[in-house]
């Protein structure tokens, strides 16, 4: 069967791809560029590197990063167990009392728009201190609180897709051989859903990462995140230090994602070997 | 966890009791309460206190419960314009962003589905990869585009097709630009799992029987596809109503959306009650799409297993 070679659909996708990498290729372009004026090239004095300087003097910004990482990795931990629990709890659990509520309250989130969520926890906040004096200040705690219950949805849709494809056979052998459950768990369970994991933990990482709506709602003074000093920074128009820091992030995820995908990869590879080497035995 | 397995049932497990009770008891505390607290204080009266509203519940000095509901705030949405204006603005906002969405991210996902599969993982990849990147960025990218001495602008002037710069930054147009641009994949990806389970024999067949390609599409590709559609639409719709940050960057100050509006309740007015009517309101709005995308999750879910 011939036929014509298509000409709308793959010029539509080059568009598409254009259009989602041009904003973020020039955004790096000119955080090399000397003038103040963000867009209008400076040739006499470009490329430079002046902004990066400027950005690693910036107390502010690094103070705000680092206040961001650690709430980040706190969020991404806490997210993954309970968000795995919640996961298990839904595939593996059958039809228990609750279930329901369970399943809505772990879809929610997803579907909520940011500006409620915020609005919620921080009302929570308020008549909690009020009720038991408990949090007397809102800052990391709370912020962490906040991505932690937004989080666990992701990680649990993740975990769940990865338990509907799991082979139970596998734990059934284990437990035929005379293992108890939590040595199935801990060597059959935990190894074959751990890409789904380490997905769940690198997005929730994400999300918190980059979170700003949410945070201005929970954060107290002092405590502003890096997406909240951006945020308030661009709010009153370019500025080229935000390009330089704009080009970091974007350059150390682009790492970040590749290299971990190449590793799960190569894991899931070995680990199909490692299964057809086991059965072939 | 192993418990449930066929050999050892054991449903009141302790391991398998904490793993249900402990993500029920963070979402229950966390997530539902939160929004009873919101509805109660949309019921409320606002006052100047700290916090700032009247207790809706409360014991009267004669021992009695009194509950007192207080409906003003939801009025005053229906009265002043400001709220029925930003409401109607957000849906319209919402869905043409979403139209557009979808006739950009069809042709992607198509284009991504009927590629070679050793190419199709690159694609994808492509296609995630920015929403790993910071969205503030990204949104904050297109003001260095769109302003009138911005990117785009400049090389219009500069191959004349442009005596002047058109404006861009600030109008609704560039709100359209930001959303169309931040929810792309979550449109792509729904639509492309959908187009690739497509079994390309149907449209050999078509073709076969003399059907151009614009007729298999409409007869075959599209009505399997609507499922995809749909899943992404509301992906895309849903958060888009609420969007806050997309419209306070690249927006114009006139003309607010819903998010704004709320946000701007809370934290200018410190009008408490009226920002939890707000709130109440954008969630009874959602309603209807989000049941229709839960329905359609569900089914698909099911499908799966």
Known sequence: MKRRPAILVPSLLAFGFAFLYLPILSMIGFSFNASRLVTVWDAAHSPTLKWYVALFQNRQIIDAAWLSVRIAVMNAFGAVVIGTMAGFALVRFGQFRGRGLLATLTTAPLVLPEIITGLSLLLLFVSMEQLIGWPARRGIVTITIAHISFSIAYVAVIVQARLVGFDESLEEAALDLGARPAQVFRRITLPLIFPALISGWLLSFTLSWDDVVISQFVAGPGSSTLPMVIFSKVRLGVSPDVNALATLMVLLVAVGVVVSSLLLQRREKQRAQEMRMALAE | MPEQLKARPGPQHPGRLITTA??????????????????????????????????????????????????????????DALYADAFLYSVKVAAISTLLCLALGYPMALGIARSPPARRNVLLMLVILPFWTSFLLRVYAWIGLLKDDGLINNLLLWLHVLPSPIHMVNTTFSVYVGIVYSYLPFMVLPLYSNLEKHDPILLEAAADLGAPPWKSFLRITWPLSVPGVVAGTMLVFIPAVGEYVIPTLLGSANQLMIGRVLSDEFFENRDWPVASAVAIAILLLLLIPTVIFQRYNRRELESAS
């Open chain 2, 22 to 79: 402990v993500p029920m008891a963070w979402l229950l505390l966390f997530f539902l309460v939160p929004f009873l607290i919101v509805l109660k204080i949309s019921f409320s009266e606002g006052i100047l206190a700290m916090p700032p509203y009247a207790p809706m519940i409360e014991w009267t000095h004669e021992r009695v419960l009194s509950i007192r509901l207080h409906l003003a705030n939801f009025r005053f949405l229906f009265t």
